[in-house]
């Protein structure tokens, strides 16, 4: 009897109880721009340095995660509501006892439109200071909202908690200063070879290449990443690919197809790239977005 890849994924994961504690789900919403939701329970799982060109907003809900950013460590506990400004880099890992949490990529899109009916048009972007803050009852209300797209509540119900935690975490958390995002990929040098990493992703390119293209020193050229994006120009294509293959796998293109198309050496390394920063394989994304 065949069996496709979307029931072998689904069969792995309800048999792994007994290899592999850790269990996640990845899910998208038509509304709001495609909003992405991750709800995941790691006790082994670790996440690789990374970054979104999201917000990140979520809560854990038992245990604790232990994570960098913001040139700090931090450990997000039941209580708390974490939230990461766009192209924050950021890893991710559990606790001795494991974590639970809940995940939200709103867009910029999405949160400047909240951010002008909550605090004005003239405010721009809001900033977060803190990756952590101290709020049982944003912490609450989050889950709850999380829960209620997660099992299919009434689009009205789940939309209207979803902009009242929205609204609640700008109104309360978001700091005085308006968030500027890096220039990098609008003018000057980053612009320019950030073009260059994503207009080819299969192109095979190295750092002396690069440099010599843009008439700069190796080094330059990831200060200068590093100074406007925060990240070098490998992690800015690792990124790029990586936005690319959620594209093709939420479309439902193959995962040899999709690895090849992005640029990955072979499937072994796509996947394993794709898990540590998007916490699930690139089989579970496809067939959670296929679900």
Same mark, same amino acid.
């Given at each position: 009897?065949?069996?496709?890849?979307?029931?072998?994924?689904?069969?792995?994961?309800?048999?792994?109880?007994?290899?592999?504690?850790?269990?996640?789900?990845?899910?998208?919403?038509?509304?709001?721009?495609?909003?992405?939701?991750?709800?995941?329970?790691?006790?082994?799982?670790?996440?690789?340095?990374?970054?979104?060109?999201?917000?990140?907003?979520?809560? %854990?809900?038992?245990?604790?995660?232990?994570?960098?950013?913001?040139?700090?460590?931090?450990?997000?506990?039941?209580?708390?509501?974490?939230?990461?400004?766009?192209?924050?880099?950021?890893?991710?890992?559990?606790?001795?006892?494991?974590?639970?949490?809940?995940?939200?990529?709103?867009?910029?899109?999405?949160?400047?439109? %909240?951010?002008?009916?909550?605090?004005?048009?003239?405010?721009?972007?809001?900033?977060?200071?803190?990756?952590?803050?101290?709020?049982?009852?944003?912490?609450?209300?989050?889950?709850?909202?999380?829960?209620?797209?997660?099992?299919?509540?009434?689009?009205?119900?789940?939309?209207?908690?979803?902009?009242?935690?929205?609204?609640?975490?700008?109104?309360?958390?978001?700091?005085?200063?308006?968030?500027?995002?890096?220039?990098?990929?609008?003018?000057?040098?980053?612009?320019?070879?950030?073009?260059?990493?994503?207009?080819?992703?299969?192109?095979?390119?190295?750092?002396?290449?690069?440099?010599?293209?843009?008439?700069?020193?190796?080094?330059?050229? %990831?200060?200068?990443?590093?100074?406007?994006?925060?990240?070098?120009?490998?992690?800015?294509?690792?990124?790029?690919?990586?936005?690319?293959?959620?594209?093709?796998?939420?479309?439902?293109?193959?995962?040899?197809?999709?690895?090849?198309?992005?640029?990955?050496?072979?499937?072994?390394?796509?996947?394993?790239?794709?898990?540590?920063?998007?916490?699930?394989?690139?089989?579970?994304?496809?067939?959670?977005?296929?679900?």
């Amino acid at each position: 009897m065949s069996v496709t890849q979307q029931q072998a994924v689904r069969q792995e994961i309800l048999s792994a109880p007994n290899r592999n504690p850790d269990r996640a789900r990845f899910w998208r919403e038509s509304q709001h721009g495609d909003l992405e939701y991750l709800h995941a329970r790691f006790v082994r799982h670790t996440y690789a340095p990374h970054v979104h060109d999201t917000y990140t907003y979520g809560t %854990i809900t038992k245990g604790a995660e232990i994570f960098h950013a913001y040139g700090g460590r931090h450990v997000a506990l039941p209580g708390q509501v974490t939230v990461l400004n766009p192209d924050v880099l950021h890893d991710g890992m559990p606790s001795e006892q494991g974590y639970e949490y809940r995940m939200t990529y709103p867009s910029v899109a999405l949160i400047a439109e %909240i951010t002008e009916d909550v605090l004005g048009p003239k405010f721009g972007l809001p900033f977060f200071a803190e990756p952590l803050y101290d709020d049982l009852d944003l912490a609450a209300r989050t889950a709850h909202m999380h829960r209620l797209f997660e099992t299919g509540a009434p689009r009205l119900q789940s939309e209207t908690a979803l902009v009242d935690c929205l609204s609640i975490l700008i109104a309360r958390h978001a700091d005085a200063r308006p968030y500027v995002r890096p220039v990098g990929r609008e003018a000057g040098l980053v612009s320019r070879v950030c073009r260059v990493l994503e207009d080819d992703l299969t192109l095979d390119i190295n750092l002396t290449d690069l440099a010599a293209r843009s008439g700069v020193s190796r080094f330059h050229l %990831i200060r200068a990443f590093k100074s406007e994006l925060g990240i070098t120009p490998h992690m800015f294509r690792t990124r790029a690919r990586l936005s690319q293959a959620r594209s093709l796998l939420g479309s439902g293109e193959g995962l040899a197809e999709t690895a090849f198309a992005c640029g990955f050496y072979d499937q072994s390394h796509f996947s394993k790239t794709f898990k540590g920063v998007v916490g699930v394989t690139p089989g579970q994304y496809r067939a959670d977005m296929a679900a």
